[in-house]
């Protein structure tokens, strides 16, 4: 089954709004960590955050482990910020790759 | 720094031909992962290297798909006998020991 699920599956936006996205892991992790793509782009890395509250500029992450979850919040959304978001957990037990979720797909309209 | 090279960015090959795509990681980094993306699967995990060191083949598609690490600058995937659904973009991501994992830009193979 799957690993890491995300959720939204999909969010619209009006520019200036905020967002949440959640993500769960049905397994202990080590980390985890946030990505970005743009539709035909690379992973951006967003965040990687094994545990407790990171931020940067208008995004905050927060991940707690023993409840095998992780958030990404958006304040004050803009245009720019569309795009696909992606978390990805690294299993406590076994090797280093990475599960990743389906994905949120983010759309800021104006 | 000129972070995860992969080549080419687009491949199209003919149903049964081979194809080989081409990594190389950030300078220093000690391991090497590849990833399959898909609009249908997402993203999935292949296989990866550590210190050139094959160490977890488990997504693999056993028959067909192959993956080296001849040296520490670069790594090979390769696909024999490609079919339609081999069709995917194809991510390599290096990472030093604290496991953040930065990724290339990916090669769109197409396979007619």
């Known amino acids: 089954g799957q690993q890491v699920q995300q959720s939204p599956t999909s969010l619209v936006l009006q520019e200036g709004e905020n967002a949440e996205l959640q993500c769960n892991f049905s397994t202990s992790l080590n980390s985890m960590q946030w990505f970005y793509q743009r539709p035909g782009g690379s992973l951006v890395s967003v965040f990687y955050n094994p545990s407790g509250t990171k931020q940067s500029g208008r995004l905050t992450s927060t991940t707690v482990i023993k409840e095998r979850r992780s958030s990404l919040h958006i304040s004050s959304s803009q245009i720019t910020d569309s795009g696909t978001y992606l978390c990805a957990m690294e299993r406590r037990t076994g090797y280093q790759n990475f599960y990743f979720g389906k994905g949120t797909s983010l759309t800021v309209i104006p | 720094n000129a972070g995860v090279i992969q080549t080419p960015r687009h491949k199209v090959t003919g149903k049964g031909q081979e194809a080989t795509l081409w990594c190389e990681p950030i300078s220093g980094h000690s391991a090497v992962f590849w990833y399959r993306q898909t609009i249908v699967q997402g993203l999935e995990f292949l296989t990866y290297?550590?210190?050139?060191?094959?160490?977890?083949d488990s997504g693999m598609p056993k028959e067909r798909f192959s993956a080296q690490m001849p040296n520490q600058s670069h790594s090979t995937l390769k696909i024999q006998s490609t079919q339609p659904q081999d069709s995917a973009v194809y991510l390599c991501?290096?990472?030093?020991?604290?496991?953040?994992?930065?990724f290339g830009p990916g090669t769109r193979l197409t396979v007619l």
């Open positions: 991501a290096s990472t030093r020991s604290s496991y953040e994992q930065y």
């Open positions: 290297f550590r210190n050139q060191a094959p160490i977890d």
